[in-house]
């Protein structure tokens, strides 16, 4: 009877470890989209930069970045950076959640 208590016992801490690891693990997935997601918002703004001191921002699949925003994995977002003239001023819009 002892040994199978011991057995059950052990089982129960394998258990726990893994459960803990998957816990581990799913933490560091979510930081990664974080993080994942902020590049994409970096690599779409450097390609869309304009130079002619006009800006027209679109907002695409703005349904996903808005639950995104609400989820916590994105704080902002951020228009496309444009300058006024090709050696003027740097200007940029940013939607921030409250």
Do not use: C
């Not at 997601?37 to 921002?57: A, F, K, P």
């Not at 970045?65 to 496309?80: C, F, H, L």
């Amino acid at each position: 009877m002892e040994a199978v208590d011991r057995q059950r016992q052990l089982e129960r801490e394998l258990l726990d470890s893994m459960d803990r690891k998957v816990r581990s693990q799913e933490r560091m997935l979510a930081m990664k989209d974080a993080t994942i997601t902020e590049l994409e918002l970096r690599v779409t703004s450097v390609e869309q930069t304009s130079y002619d001191g006009t800006m027209l921002w679109r907002i695409t699949d703005f349904q996903r970045k808005r639950q995104d925003a609400i989820s916590g994995r994105v704080s902002s977002i951020y228009s496309p950076p444009f300058f006024t003239s090709r050696t003027g001023k740097l200007h940029a819009s940013v939607i921030v959640k409250n």
